[in-house]
């Protein structure tokens, strides 16, 4: 059953409000260890309590998935910031700054200035999910350490 501290394996594909397939796990089931913020929150709770074999449809408001569209993620730079790189929208760039470090893609390019936005690419979207849960697992005390999943060679940091 998936409870706290347990390894589970699921088989599951994700779609968007109109019924596009964003994700799905194609190559094998996804591994996770349940009860450690692995997954988005909404899932991982509409999860729990499920034994294997089962499956469930499961909808997931965009504040239990990757949040709402925060508008101070939106922002431009200094196109000068890219030096001998020409930035184009869909790039995705690592920004640092201090202790600051970010993902951001780019959204547009001005003549001066580069317009990014930090926000995840799912952010503002209810997410629908068709899971079926292959297996649960004890997790090693390794992983409880951790807080994730090894593979089946254990995992080094």
Excluded: C, W
Excluded at 91 to 104: F, I, T, Y
Excluded at 109 to 122: C, F, G, K, S, Y
Aim: no cysteine; hydrophobic share 35%; net charge negative.
């Amino acid at each position: 059953m998936v409870t706290k501290d347990q390894v589970v394996s699921m088989k599951y594909t994700l779609t968007d409000a109109k019924g596009e397939v964003l994700d799905q796990s194609s190559e094998g089931p996804l591994e996770y260890l349940h009860g450690h913020g692995n997954i988005i929150p909404g899932l991982e709770q509409a999860l729990d309590g499920m034994k294997v074999g089962s499956t469930k449809k499961v909808h997931v408001p965009a504040a239990q998935a990757y949040g709402e569209l925060n508008p101070d993620l939106k922002f431009s730079v200094d196109r000068q910031a890219f030096g001998d790189t020409e930035p184009q929208p869909g790039m995705v760039v690592q920004l640092h700054g201090g202790d600051q470090h970010m993902v951001a893609r780019i959204t547009g390019v001005a003549e001066t200035e580069v317009h990014l936005d930090a926000n995840h690419p799912l952010a503002g979207q209810d997410l629908n999910f068709d899971v079926e849960i292959a297996g649960v697992r004890e997790a090693t005390p390794e992983e409880l350490a951790h807080g994730h999943v090894h593979g089946p060679h254990g995992h080094h940091h």
